[in-house]
């Protein structure tokens, strides 16, 4: 088969195993355009030249900016949108080709849905379950909001498909507990600077009430108990990252100031 109209946009920092893992498997692609983040590993940027991406180094500022300006980067009349812990399943090609197929001077975007596993399970529950995305779409029209987490994309005049039967994106998240701790602080200090930027402000209040009720949304509204231990843990963690997110937006806001 010959390699799709698809630029695979990826956002790189530390990740030298997972590039090596996921590139391989990015051939039916006529590019991988990697963003590299140089205070990270070098390695994890060798790994991805040495495999065959585009790669570019520009500093981190959050990862709505940091995937525009890999969106301006690609060349092809499609994007599709991978993190590095993400793989497309083996039986979602024939699909993805289809998607790819479609006219690219008619705006589209194709969501995707993604499966997450947790510590090694895969959560059908907590929130995580039914997770549609839009992850391919036309280059033409497109670009990312500013937001330093929690990005979008939008593409101008857009008709927006479900893939049937869908692209499936493998989403192998939070391996150790390790994994979890990092990613925890890392989003926690992210969201409140999104919320500061928003003009939002917290109080004691929010500190003290609104993890728990993470909690509780998750794992009973949401039916995360139904994911048993690892239901449990991952709810912990969501708590945890919203304690985290409230108290330094609490303490931005009693100092009038932000970090």
Known sequence: MSALPISVLLLLRDERRDVEELLPALSFAAEVVVVWDPRGDRAARDAAERLGARVFEREFDGFGPQRAFALTQCTQDWVLWLDADERLAANSLPALERASRRPADRPGIMRVKR?????????HWCGWNDEWLPRLFTRHGARFDDAPVH?????????VHASRPPIVL???????LEDCVTKM????????EKSWRADRRAGLLDVAVRPPLRFLRQYVLQLGFLD??????????????????YAELWDRSRAGRAR
Do not use: D, M, P, W
């Not at 602080?185 to 969201?191: C, G, I, S, T």
């Open 115 to 123: 499966e997450t596993r947790f510590l090694g399970a895969e959560i």
């Open 151 to 159: 990005e979008q994309v939008h593409v101008a005049s857009a008709t």
């Open 170 to 176: 493998l989403h192998h998240s939070y391996r150790t």
């Open 185 to 192: 602080v890392r989003y926690a200090h992210a969201n409140a």
């Open 228 to 245: 048993g231990a690892h239901g449990f843990v991952l709810c912990a963690f969501a708590a945890a990252q919203v304690f985290l997110k």
